[in-house]
Nanobody, 116 residues
Framework: QVQLVESGGGLVQAGGSLRLSCAAS????????MGWYRQAPGKQREVVAT???????SYVASVKGRFTISRDNARKTVYLQMNSLKPEDTAVYYC??????????WGQGTQVTVSS
């Protein structure tokens, strides 16, 4: 199983930027699908962006053109660059790793708060 630790959250004004990082331990990082999810108060957790081991990415419609997911397999780290942030992006952001056997690992989450 992979251990994941997120960092980079914080408080930012609308229109600002943040970069989240997720550091992983475990040998399967390079072959797992990595993802960023978020959960706002009173709402279900939703997928924000995913990236495969080959670098293919996908995004939820609400962040397309504003967020970019990337990964550095050598550093076992996945990033989420968030630009043009909106108050509705406020949530706890979680890093996820889905390995080829279907086992899912989660980080502890990092708070992102966007003020209007």
């Amino acid at each position: 199983q992979v251990q994941l630790v997120e960092s980079g959250g914080g408080l930012v004004q609308a229109g600002g930027s943040l970069r989240l990082s997720c550091a992983a331990s475990g040998s399967i990082f390079s072959i797992g699908v990595m993802g960023w999810y978020r959960q706002a108060p009173g709402k279900q957790r939703e997928v924000v962006a995913t990236i495969t081991s080959g670098g293919s990415t996908s995004y939820v419609a609400s962040v397309k053109g504003r967020f970019t997911i990337s990964r550095d397999n050598a550093r076992k780290t996945v990033y989420l660059q968030m630009n043009s942030l909106k108050p509705e992006d406020t949530a706890v952001y979680y890093c996820n790793c889905l390995d080829p056997m279907g086992l899912s690992s989660w980080g502890q989450g990092t708070q992102v708060t966007v003020s209007s």
